[in-house]
């Protein structure tokens, strides 16, 4: 048996590099690596614009207060700037609208009040120059450089990209994956009927689709659903689930007569580079490569199942997406409960990270075995225990891996 860091290491040093890139609207990049660096096309804002509803006025204007100022016109968010702003006059602007050439500053709307002759408005309050108005470029300046290669893309990026006018983001390809389950006890899940004797329902295959779709990586994904225990019938589907850039495999990979899944694999030219690993649970995991296409043979029991997808599936999902070839991040938070001492092999227990007085904490969830689905669905975070670790008592350091969201600074 190999340990898990030369276990991820292998994954990675056998990881191709991502496909060519493509370009694809700003909406279709969220969630996708760019692959190239983007600069702006466009001042932003394009025009000197009011940051509030209020009167566009020149600084001068204002030394006494209360002032007095000719109404000019008005200016509604959308519409083109006005004419030029008359010294001792006052244009009424909406939020986001373009504010006359010579405004100087805007004066909130509540600042004011109608005064006593028709036509003229009154200033309460004066301003310094430059006040709630954005001028042209102030937050992104044609040519200025937004965002380099290797970032993931966020709401927030698809809604700059979309007003700068950048139709087209180069992106790196999604990594096309295939996922099987194996295994003669399985009948296809989405039944409320009960299975027939001996059977359970296909959780695996859905579990593993859905890790995909929360990886944090976008994957074009193709469930191929159940295989037999029979060798032939294994080998047609595993056939098909290496024409993509990723074939997961569940179940069919421990050492009992009916686990099939390494010799198919072998027979159908996957070279394989790995099998069994000092960890727990997980054990019989298998990793293999045929030409560009990387095999995960992941044990039949769901957490099992789960933790080799968590720590060998999603760095390399998150490689051929274009990022770094990097283990999944570990994070130092307090122990909430005593922990028990390490076995001889490296252990990722389910926990539930919260956070207490400003702290992050993980309180470790009981679990029954690698097939004890049930608590998995309480945690958030892996429980890192490496081989032979001491006990450790509430309120000492530990190490975690989260799930899903940003992991605790």
């Not at 991502?18 to 969220?30: G, I, Q, T, W």
């Not at 995960?296 to 274009?322: H, K, M, T």
């Not at 990270?353 to 049930?374: C, N, Q, T, Y």
Request: proline share 10%; with cysteine.
């Amino acid at each position: 048996m190999i340990t898990v860091d030369e276990a991820i290491r292998r994954v990675l040093e056998a990881t191709p590099s991502p496909r060519a890139p493509e370009r694809v609207s700003p909406s279709d990049a969220l969630g996708r690596v760019l692959a190239e660096q983007i600069v702006s096309r466009e001042d932003a804002p394009p025009f000197a614009r009011a940051t509030m509803d209020g009167w566009a006025v020149r600084v001068a204007d204002l030394e006494t207060i209360p002032a007095e100022l000719l109404f000019s016109g008005e200016t509604p968010a959308g519409s083109a700037p006005g004419a030029e702003l008359p010294s001792g006059g006052a244009f009424k602007v909406m939020t986001g609208a373009p504010v006359p050439s010579g405004t100087e500053c805007v004066v909130p709307i509540e600042k004011s009040e109608p005064a006593a002759f028709p036509g003229f408005i009154r200033i309460l309050d004066a301003l310094h120059a430059g006040a709630n108005v954005a001028p042209a470029g102030s937050e992104v300046e044609k040519g200025e450089i937004l965002f380099e290669p290797g970032r993931s893309i966020v709401a927030a990026d698809v809604a700059l990209l979309s007003l700068l006018g950048h139709v087209d983001v180069p992106v790196w390809p999604k990594p096309r994956v295939a996922v099987l389950s194996t295994g003669d006890e399985l009948v296809p899940a989405g039944s409320p009927e009960p299975p027939p004797p001996g059977k359970i329902r296909n959780s695996n295959g859905p579990m593993l689709v859905a890790c995909l779709a929360s990886a944090g990586t976008s994957c074009r994904v193709r469930d191929l659903g159940i295989a037999r225990d029979d060798a032939l019938a294994l080998r047609v589907l595993l056939r098909e689930g290496l024409r993509d850039d990723v074939l997961i495999i569940s179940g069919g990979v421990s050492a009992g007569e009916h686990d099939l899944v390494a010799d198919a694999l072998r027979a159908e030219g996957v070279d394989v580079l790995f099998h069994k690993i000092a960890m727990k649970p997980g054990k019989p995991l298998l990793f293999g490569r045929r030409q560009s296409t990387l095999v995960f043979g992941l044990p039949g029991n769901p957490l099992s199942s789960f933790v080799g997808f968590q720590l060998f599936v999603v760095p390399a999902l998150r490689a051929l997406s274009g990022g770094a070839k990097e283990p999944r991040a570990r994070v130092r938070v307090i122990a909430a409960d005593d922990c028990p001492v390490g076995s001889d092999r490296e252990e990722y227990r389910p926990a539930r990270l919260f956070v207490d007085g400003g702290e992050w904490r993980a309180k470790s969830i009981p679990w029954r075995g690698s097939a004890h689905l049930v608590n998995l669905c309480r945690a958030n975070a892996l429980h890192v225990m490496s081989i032979g670790a001491p006990a450790v008592k509430a309120a000492s350091p530990i190490e975690v891996i989260p799930l899903g969201g940003s992991p605790p600074a």
